[in-house]
C-alpha cells in the first residue's frame, strides 16, 4: 500500500458512479494528483470540494500506477468567501481550472503551488485582478514558457516598454515598435512598472497571457482554454 499526506488546494471534482467523485488537487510535493473521494456527492463533500478550497489530503493506492482515493478535510474554505463577488470567485474558479488543464500530472511544480496560495491571499486584496495577471505569468514561466519583460527586444529604451512580440515573448519598447506595432500585443503599464492596473490593463494582461497559454499550452494539444479562463476574460473586456 502506498500513501502520502499532504495539504493541498482543490483544482476540480467530477461525478464517479452514483454517490463518489473523482477530484483533482495541487500539492507542493506530489504536483496535480487525481483520487477517488467515496460520497464526495454528498451535501457536506460538495462544500469542501469547491475549486480553490485549501484541505488536508491522505491518499492511498495499492500500486503507484493506481488512480488511488482521498481522505480530505477541508482546511479553509475560500470559494464560499467569494460568493458576494463575483469577479473574484470567477478569477479562483480561472486558476483552478487552468492548473487543471495545464500542469502534467504527478509532477511537483512548487512554484505553481506557492503562487497558487499567494493568489488565494491577493484576492482579499483591493488589486486582485493586477495580481492575477501576473500569476498567470508565473503559471507560464513554471512551465517554461516565460516571457522577458525586463528589456527591449528591438535595442529601445527599456523606459518606455509598451508591447510584446507575440513570437518571442519580449517586450519592445514605445519608440521600436512604431513601425510594425498593429502586429505586436499591448503591454499593460502595471506589467512594466507604470501605473496601478485598472479594469483596461488588466483586459490587455489578460489577452497577453491568453495569447502565450494558446500557443505554448492548449493549441498543441489541440484544445481551447478552459470555459472559466473565457469568462474571467468575458468580464474584464465588458467592463473595459
Sequence with gaps: MIEWQAEAIVLAARPHGESAVVAELLTRQHGRCAGLVQAGQ?????????????????????????????????????????????????????????????????????????GFLALLEALEGEHWAEVYVQWELLLLADLGFGLDLSSCAAGGENDQLAYVSPRSGRAVSLSAAEPYRD??????????????????????????????????IFHPRDRRLPAERLRLAQRFDAAA
Design 183 to 216: 502586429r505586436l500585443i499591448p503591454l499593460p503599464g502595471f506589467l512594466a512598472g507604470r501605473g496601478t492596473g485598472g479594469e483596461r490593463e488588466v483586459a490587455e494582461g489578460l489577452a497577453l497571457t491568453a495569447h502565450f497559454l494558446e500557443r505554448h
Design 42 to 114: 454528498s451535501k457536506r463533500m460538495r462544500a469542501v470540494l469547491q475549486p480553490g478550497n485549501q484541505v488536508s489530503a491522505v491518499w492511498r493506492a495499492r500500486l503507484s500506477e493506481h488512480l488511488g482515493r482521498f481522505a480530505i478535510e477541508l482546511t479553509a474554505s475560500r470559494a464560499a468567501g467569494f460568493f458576494d463577488s463575483p469577479g473574484r470567485l470567477a478569477a479562483l474558479s480561472s486558476a483552478a481550472a487552468l492548473c487543471a488543464a495545464s500542469l502534467p500530472e504527478r509532477e511537483p511544480h512548487p512554484a505553481s503551488y506557492d
